[in-house]
C-alpha cells in the first residue's frame, strides 16, 4: 500500500515537473513592453521620420524565442487594427512593409501564444496596442515636464517621471556617446507585465532566472544593438524632431 503511494506521487510529480523540464521555453513569466524613441533610432539607422511619440518595438516574453516557424504571420489577420498598427508599431526603415510585425510574431509572438490569452495573432498584437495606450509613455513624461529638447535632463529627473508614475522600475536604455563625449541619447524604454498583465519590475528578482537571450536580446531588423541601460551619471538628450526632416 505505502510502495504505491510513493509511486503516484512520484509518477504525479514526474508529470508535473516532466513538461517544463523537456521544454523550458514554454514558460514565460513576465511580458516586456518595449517603446522605441523614434528620432533616436533614425539616427542610428539613418532613416527619416517626423514622428514625435514613443512607438512599440515588441511585446517579448521573457522566455523563449521561435516557438513555432510554421505559425506564419498573416496580415489578414488583423485587418481590423491596421491603422493603429501603422501609426503605434511603424516599421521605421520599411514604412510600407509588414515585415517587422511578421519578424516580432515569429520570433516573440509564437511564444507568448502559449499563453491563452495571446493565442492568436489578432490577440497578441491587439494586446500589445492595449498595453502601450494604458501606460501611455509619451504622456508620462510630457507630464511630468520630460519633452524633446535639445536641453539635456539629468538620468535621474527621467527615470523619477516614469517610475513615479507607474511605481515599478522599467528599463531605460539609451545610445552612448562615442569616444569623448559627455551625454548620452535616450533610445528605449522597456515596461514589463505579469501574466495577468499587472505590473511588475524590470530588473530579475532573485527567485528568477532570466534568460541569456532575454539579456543578449537585440532584434537585428531594428538594428539598436548599441543600445545599453543608460548611466546613471551622464546627462540624457531625448531628441526632438528636427526642425528639417
Ligand atoms: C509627418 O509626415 C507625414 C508624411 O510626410 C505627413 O503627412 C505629416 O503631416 C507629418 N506630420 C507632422 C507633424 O509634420
Ligand atoms: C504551430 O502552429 C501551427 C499553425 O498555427 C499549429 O497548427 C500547430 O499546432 C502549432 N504547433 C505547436 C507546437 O504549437
Ligand atoms: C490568411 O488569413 C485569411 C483569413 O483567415 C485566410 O483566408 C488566408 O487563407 C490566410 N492566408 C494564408 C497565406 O494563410
Request: contains cysteine.
Amino acid at each position: 500500500m505505502r510502495s504505491i503511494t510513493v509511486a503516484v506521487l512520484f509518477c504525479t510529480g514526474y508529470f508535473l515537473l516532466s513538461p517544463a523540464f523537456a521544454h523550458p521555453w514554454r514558460e514565460w513569466t513576465r511580458l516586456i513592453l518595449t517603446h522605441t524613441w523614434p528620432q533616436t533610432f533614425c539616427n542610428v539607422e539613418q532613416c527619416k521620420t517626423n514622428i514625435s511619440y514613443w512607438t512599440l518595438h515588441g511585446l517579448w516574453p521573457n522566455s523563449g524565442n521561435m516557438c513555432n516557424s510554421s505559425w506564419h504571420f498573416n496580415e489578414s489577420l488583423i485587418k481590423d487594427i491596421l491603422p493603429e498598427m501603422e501609426k503605434f508599431w511603424p516599421d521605421l526603415l520599411m514604412p510600407l512593409s509588414s515585415e517587422f510585425w511578421e519578424y516580432e510574431w515569429l520570433k516573440h509572438g509564437t511564444c507568448a501564444a502559449k499563453a491563452e490569452s495571446l493565442n492568436s495573432q489578432h490577440k497578441y498584437f491587439s494586446k500589445a496596442l492595449e498595453l502601450y495606450h494604458k501606460f501611455d509613455l509619451s504622456s508620462v513624461l510630457r507630464n511630468h515636464q520630460i519633452v524633446p529638447s535639445e536641453e539635456h535632463y539629468t538620468f535621474d529627473a527621467v527615470e523619477t517621471a516614469i517610475t513615479s508614475f507607474y511605481g515599478v522600475k522599467t528599463k531605460i536604455q539609451c545610445i552612448h556617446p562615442q569616444k569623448g563625449g559627455q551625454v548620452q541619447t535616450l533610445g528605449q524604454i522597456e515596461i514589463c507585465v505579469d501574466q495577468d498583465f499587472q505590473l511588475i519590475n524590470c530588473e530579475k528578482s532573485s527567485k528568477e532566472v532570466w534568460s541569456n537571450e532575454i539579456l543578449l536580446q537585440s532584434d537585428p531588423v531594428s538594428g539598436h544593438s548599441d543600445l545599453s541601460v543608460c548611466d546613471h551619471s551622464m546627462p540624457v538628450y531625448y531628441p526632438p524632431v528636427p526642425h528639417r526632416w
